[in-house]
Antibody
Framework: EVQLVESGGGLVQPGDSLRLSCAAS????????MTWVRQAPGKGLEWVAS????????YYVDSMKGRITISRDNAKSSLYLQMNSLRAEDTALYYC?????????WGQGTLVTVSS | DIQMTQSPSSVSASVGDRVTITCRAS??????LAWYQQKPGKVPKLLIY???SLQTGVPSRFSGSGSGTDFTLTISSLQPEDFATYYC?????????FGGGTTVEIK
C-alpha cells in the first residue's frame, strides 16, 4: 500500500524557515517524480514544486521561487521541502504527492502557519 | 503559464441528477488533464487522468472528455457521496496548474 507521511509543519513567524519532510513507503520511491501541493485554509489547490526521479530536475511555482528548495533522498525514500523567508500567505496545508502526470497518491498533509 | 478556468464555481443538484462540470485551459494541454474530488477535511482523490481515463476504483458514473483546451467531467447519476469539490488540473507543462474548483451541493 502506498503511503506518504508528511512532517515538519508548525507555527512560525514571518521570515522564519521550515523544512518539511515526507516519508514514502509501499512503492519504489526512486522510480517516481514527487511533488508538493498546498492548500490555504478554505482555498483551492496550488502546485508548489516537483522533482524528478534522481533529483537532477526541480520545478517551482513563481510565488515561492528563490525561497524554497525541493530535494529527495532515494536511499531513505524521503522527500523534503526547505522553505525560507516565510510569509503569512504561505500558511497552508502542504501535501506530499506522487506525480505520475497526474497526482495519483497524496499524503494527509502537514500544516504550516505563518503568523506573528 | 496555463490558466485553468472551471465553471460553474458551484452547482446545486439532487441525488440522481446528471452533473456536468467544464474546465477550459488558456492554451492547449493535449489530453494532459486530470480531475480530482475533495470532500471537506479530506485529501484530494484522483478521479480521471489523461482527460478520459478512469482511475482504478472510481465508479463508472464518473466520466471525462475533451482535449486541447476544453474538458468536461460528468457524473451520470449523482450519489450522496458525490457531494464534494471537484478540481481540474493540467499536466501538460510546468508550472502545473489547477482550476479554481467546483462545489457540488445538495439541492
Amino acid at each position: 500500500e502506498v503511503q506518504l507521511v508528511e512532517s515538519g509543519g508548525g507555527l512560525v513567524q514571518p521570515g522564519d524557515s521550515l523544512r518539511l519532510s515526507c516519508a514514502a513507503s509501499g512503492f519504489t520511491f526512486s522510480n517516481f517524480w514527487m511533488t508538493w501541493v498546498r492548500q490555504a485554509p478554505g482555498k483551492g489547490l496550488e502546485w508548489v514544486a516537483s522533482i524528478n526521479k534522481d533529483g537532477s530536475g526541480e520545478y517551482y511555482v513563481d510565488s515561492m521561487k528563490g525561497r524554497i528548495t525541493i530535494s529527495r533522498d532515494n536511499a531513505k525514500s524521503s522527500l523534503y521541502l526547505q522553505m525560507n523567508s516565510l510569509r503569512a500567505e504561505d500558511t497552508a496545508l502542504y501535501y506530499c504527492v506522487r506525480y505520475t502526470r497526474p497526482f495519483d497518491y497524496w499524503g494527509q498533509g502537514t500544516l504550516v502557519t505563518v503568523s506573528s | 503559464d496555463i490558466q485553468m478556468t472551471q465553471s460553474p464555481s458551484s452547482v446545486s443538484a439532487s441525488v440522481g441528477d446528471r452533473v456536468t462540470i467544464t474546465c477550459r485551459a488558456s492554451q492547449g494541454v493535449s489530453n494532459w488533464l486530470a480531475w480530482y474530488q475533495q470532500k471537506p477535511g479530506k485529501v484530494p482523490k484522483l478521479l480521471i487522468y489523461s482527460a478520459s481515463s478512469l482511475q482504478t476504483g472510481v465508479p463508472s458514473r464518473f466520466s471525462g472528455s475533451g482535449s486541447g483546451t476544453d474538458f468536461t467531467l460528468t457524473i451520470s447519476s449523482l450519489q450522496p457521496e458525490d457531494f464534494a469539490t471537484y478540481y481540474c488540473q493540467q499536466a501538460n507543462s510546468f508550472p502545473l496548474t489547477f482550476g479554481g474548483g467546483t462545489t457540488v451541493e445538495i439541492k
